[in-house]
T-cell receptor, first 115, second 110 residues
Framework: SAVISQKPSRDICQRGTSLTIQCQVD?????MFWYRQQPGQSLTLIAT?????????ESGFVIDKFPISRPNLTFSTLTVSNMSPEDSSIYLC????????????FGAGSRLTVL | GQQVMQIPQYQHVQEGEDFTTYCNSSTTLSNIQWYKQRPGGHPVFLIQ?????EVKKQKRLTFQFGEAKKNSSLHITATQTTDVGTYFC??????????FGTGTRLKVLA
């Protein structure tokens, strides 16, 4: 299955700042997914990122708050903008297909704490 | 929108006891997947079920997909301490989008 590298693995941020999370995959993939996992909660899909087109955002998530880039088939970034304590979560990058048609492979996640 | 609920939310069992988590979707699913997330880790794929009424086994784990393709279950026989973690079902919408269930956190007492 694909190997996904995410960075930073964790960070502590100040309210009002922005942070960009990077996701690097060791193989070319069509779609990359960004999930959020709030403390002790399930995973919520933020957006789907396709190379060469704008990301598709899920209900409750907007591009101004979570801008996403997908410059090529192995890389994506998610920015969490103008952070507040409510944005403290684990952000996970995911890809599909390398271990089976629809199987999701996740990166190790980026744990953000906003003070 | 679609909701996927799991019960129980938490389960503590003695090592050697059995464990079951149930997953219920508000809508009919194209398929369902199960993932395990160890404490401090990321979700790892366990299995995918596609057919109505399908049953699959992986060693001590048995997965079922309901006849109406709206519910599923995961049963672990004779739990071990290595089974500790949170188990998520993920309901498939179409070909690529998955809605994760609320999760069941399993703790195994030695």
């Amino acid at each position: 299955s694909a190997v996904i590298s995410q960075k930073p693995s964790r960070d502590i941020c100040q309210r009002g700042t922005s942070l960009t999370i990077q996701c690097q995959v060791d193989s070319q993939v069509t779609m990359m997914f960004w999930y959020r996992q709030q403390p002790g909660q399930s995973l919520t899909l933020i957006a789907t990122a396709n190379q060469g087109s704008e990301a598709t955002y899920e209900s409750g998530f907007v591009i101004d708050k979570f801008p996403i880039s997908r410059p090529n088939l192995t890389f994506s970034t998610l920015t969490v903008s103008n952070m507040s304590p409510e944005d403290s979560s684990i952000y996970l990058c995911s890809v599909q297909g390398s271990a089976g048609a629809n199987v999701l492979t996740f990166g190790a996640g980026s744990r953000l704490t906003v003070l | 929108g679609q909701q996927v609920m799991q019960i129980p939310q938490y389960q503590h069992v003695q090592e050697g006891e059995d464990f079951t988590t149930y997953c219920n979707s508000s809508t009919t699913l194209s398929n369902i997947q199960w993932y395990k997330q160890r404490p401090g880790g990321h979700p790892v794929f366990l299995i995918q079920l596609v057919k109505s009424g399908e049953v699959k086994k992986q060693k001590r784990l048995t997965f079922q997909f309901g006849e109406a393709k709206k519910n599923s279950s995961l049963h672990i026989t004779a739990t071990q301490t290595t089974d500790v973690g949170t188990y998520f079902c993920a309901g498939g919408e179409g070909t690529y989008k998955y809605i994760f269930g609320t999760g069941t956190r399993l703790k195994v007492l030695a």
